[in-house]
Structure formats: C-alpha cells, structure tokens
C-alpha cells in the first residue's frame, strides 16, 4: 500500500489504516449513514487526525472501506489455493463471499450515498469476483473434484442469490447450510 504522495506506508502506518477500514465496515453496518467518524476512529484505536490524514472525507472512507473488502475477498483466492485442496478453498471462498456480502448489505445506505455523489465503488467488483471464482473453479477441474460445466457466471448469480436470501448476520447457519448444498451440486463427489 501507498500512501498519497506514492510513497509506501509504514507498516505501523498501514496497520492504523487497516484498522480504521475494519471499524468503518462495523460501525457503518451498524449505523447506516449516520455513522459518525469520531466512533470510527474510537472502535479502531487511533486518533480523529489520523483517520483523517487517511481520509480526508466520508465518501472516501466509504469507499475505501469497500474496496478494502472486495480486495481481501478476491485476493483470498490464491492464498486459500495455496493452503488448500482446491475444494476446500472454494468451499473457504464462497464463506468469505456470505461475509462480503453481509458486509456490503450492512454498509447499503452508506454505498447508496457515495453512489449519488456521483462515485462508483462497484466498478470492476463483478470482474474481479468473476476471475477469483474462475482461477478457484478451474483449479478444482485440474483436481477433478469440481465438474467443469459450471462457469463463474453460474455460480456467482448461485452466490448473490444465497447472499439474498440468507445473508444477514443471524441467517449465517442457513447460509452455510445453502453453501454446502451449492458445492455438492459442483462436485464430482459429494461429501467433505
């Protein structure tokens, strides 16, 4: 990460930014828009000044903070790869899409407002999400635990339709309950 003059952060730096980003995700599912920035920067242990200094305005916080989500979920992708059969991983991603998804539909009437100043935090969300799931996807093919005539596409409208249906925080056992069932219905095999 970078800061604004395209200088990298420090990491103690980087740390106080990944903190406030958390706490806003939070505190803006929790309150909506009338979330106020200094319980941000309260519920993320820094300063007012330095949730500021990081962003300057709500909107850019608000953006941020989604982003920041849409990244960790996409860039998980490789790293649950690494670590896992590629089964496990996808079965790991598509929980972490449920939490995304919880965390953008807490966050709806704060999105809402910085997409009528005129900004668009979605732009390239569906194409980043749709490369994750197709490298995910692709991966269990080659393992031959996954069948390969379901695309990306498929299953993120399947993803998006669980996230609707059972995507608050106190529907998450209905959640991954539909998460099993949507990956036995990609495998090869059934079970874990």
């Not at 953006?63 to 990244?71: D, T, V």
């Not at 991603?93 to 979605?122: C, E, H, Q």
């Not at 998450?172 to 495998?187: H, M, N, V």
């Amino acid at each position: 990460m970078t800061s604004e003059t395209g200088r990298p952060l420090r990491a103690d730096a980087q740390r106080n930014r990944e903190k406030i980003l958390s706490a806003a995700v939070r505190v803006f599912a929790e309150e909506g828009l009338d979330a106020h920035l200094e319980r941000i920067a309260k519920e993320a242990g820094v300063g007012s000044g330095t949730l500021y200094r990081n962003f300057p305005t709500r909107e850019a916080l608000i953006e941020a903070a989604y982003r920041n989500e849409l990244s960790r979920l996409c860039d998980a992708a490789p790293d649950l790869l690494a670590t896992l059969p590629p089964r496990a991983a996808l079965r790991a991603w598509m929980g972490r899409f449920i939490d995304y998804a919880t965390a953008k539909l807490g966050m709806a009437d704060a999105l809402r407002a910085l997409v009528a100043s005129g900004v668009n935090p979605y732009a390239q969300s569906h194409e980043l999400m749709l490369a994750a799931l197709t490298t995910l996807l692709a991966a269990g093919v080659e393992a031959g635990s996954i069948r390969s005539d379901i695309g990306a596409t498929d299953l993120f409208a399947g993803l998006t339709g669980i996230a609707l249906a059972a995507g608050r925080p106190d529907q998450r056992a209905q959640a991954e309950r539909l998460l099993d069932l949507t990956l036995d219905g990609l495998s090869l095999t059934t079970g874990r």
